[in-house]
């Protein structure tokens, strides 16, 4: 299928992030991707590469912490990915199974849900293992809670969810790792339907639209409100390339969706998230078989992340005040802080509403 003329937001150069120092453990270089990972370093210009003559990360710590995260957000660690990793663990709502072909992103996201989740610097780490981790994948096909059972997205078979803990497009042109991914379950012998989901806000997806993907990678465009991700989502694709890489991808037979997170109340917030519908809506319209959904995620803080984030980003602007928050506890206690009840009954009647008149052809996943 041959995809319409480029617009001119397709002709602008993707975002691309490359570091500016790579650390490879000793385990790392010994496998083959992870030399493929060396190699896009070095063909990207990347001139700190060092190969480690052990397994263990040296410590990265900097003048403050700014500077430490300065430094951990321009690094690249090569690691492989311990055994704890292949025991694949259930990512409700989501997907079925969370698969990991990273922990860490680059990008500078001032609510972002990495904080306080993963321990240390924010440095991002690739997995040099990848064989290993896409040959545990048969043994979780036709089980998990989430879109195995249920007769609504029977079509995606079970899922598994690549950007529970990173962004893998964001690193994609210096690891390779996401197209292996893509091309695997396009081309695997499956014993039951099975399909791969991942979320991004980069627009680097030249390598992506001509891999053989059989239409079993749904790729979902993180995207918000235009003055949430002006403000808060510093270092990704522009929110109009956004939109555009999700008419690319959809044109080019993948099925597509919107992950519109963070939902924020903010001023004409009513007006911020129309417009984003109705952006989709043109850049989708006239898609064959659009297949298209949407998932919607709100603004939430825990007191850990919070507390990493104002070290991260001392001058933010985004609102964290528990006054304005009520709590909500998970299954083993943990606090976190969301919207009072009728804020969040009102903000889903209307995108209920919204996406009813917008885009009728999308199926609504959730909303958390």
């Not at 070095?42 to 300065?70: F, K, M």
């Not at 090569?78 to 055994?83: G, M, R």
Request: proline share 8%; charged share 25%.
């Amino acid at each position: 299928m041959t995809a319409p003329a480029a617009t001119p937001n397709a002709l602008r150069p993707a975002r691309r992030w490359t570091p500016r120092r790579v650390l490879v453990t000793r385990s790392a270089a010994e496998q083959p991707h992870g030399q493929e990972i060396v190699r896009r370093c070095e063909a990207a210009g990347v001139e700190d590469i060092t190969l480690l003559t052990g397994d263990r990360l040296p410590p990265l710590r900097g003048e403050d912490e700014r500077d430490t995260y300065r430094q951990a957000k321009n690094t690249l660690a090569v690691t492989v990915a311990p055994a704890s990793k292949l025991q694949l663990q259930p990512i409700p709502p989501s997907a079925d199974w969370r698969v990991d072909l990273a922990e860490g992103c680059p990008a500078h996201c001032q609510y972002c849900y990495l904080a306080g989740s993963l321990g240390g610097p924010p440095i991002t780490r690739v997995y040099a293992n990848l064989d290993e981790i896409l040959a545990t994948l048969d043994g979780y096909v036709g089980s998990g809670t989430i879109t195995t059972p249920n007769l609504e997205r029977h079509r995606e078979g079970t899922t598994f969810e690549a950007s529970c803990y990173t962004d893998p497009l964001a690193i994609e042109h210096v690891t390779g790792s996401l197209s292996r991914t893509i091309a695997h379950f396009g081309t695997h012998q499956w014993a039951a339907p099975a399909s791969l989901r991942f979320t991004t806000k980069f627009d680097d997806v030249d390598a992506l639209v001509a891999l053989p993907h059989g239409g079993r990678t749904r790729v979902r465009l993180s995207v918000n409100a235009a003055a949430v991700a002006h403000r808060f989502e510093g270092g990704t694709a522009r929110l109009p390339e956004r939109i555009e890489t999700l008419r690319r991808l959809a044109h080019a037979g993948y099925p597509i969706g919107l992950t519109i997170a963070p939902i924020m109340p903010v001023e004409d917030w009513r007006d911020g998230y129309g417009s984003l519908l109705d952006d989709v809506a043109r850049a989708t319209a006239g898609v064959p078989g659009l297949d298209l959904t949407v998932e919607m995620i709100t603004h939430r803080f825990t007191p850990k992340s919070k507390a990493v984030l104002l070290d991260w980003y001392p001058r933010t602007q985004l609102e964290m005040d528990e006054d304005l928050r009520r709590q909500k506890r998970g299954k083993f206690g943990a606090v976190k802080h969301v919207y009072p009840t009728p804020l969040m009954n009102e903000m889903r009647e209307w995108f209920d509403d919204a996406l009813a008149t917008r885009l009728p052809a999308a199926q609504r996943l959730y909303w958390t």
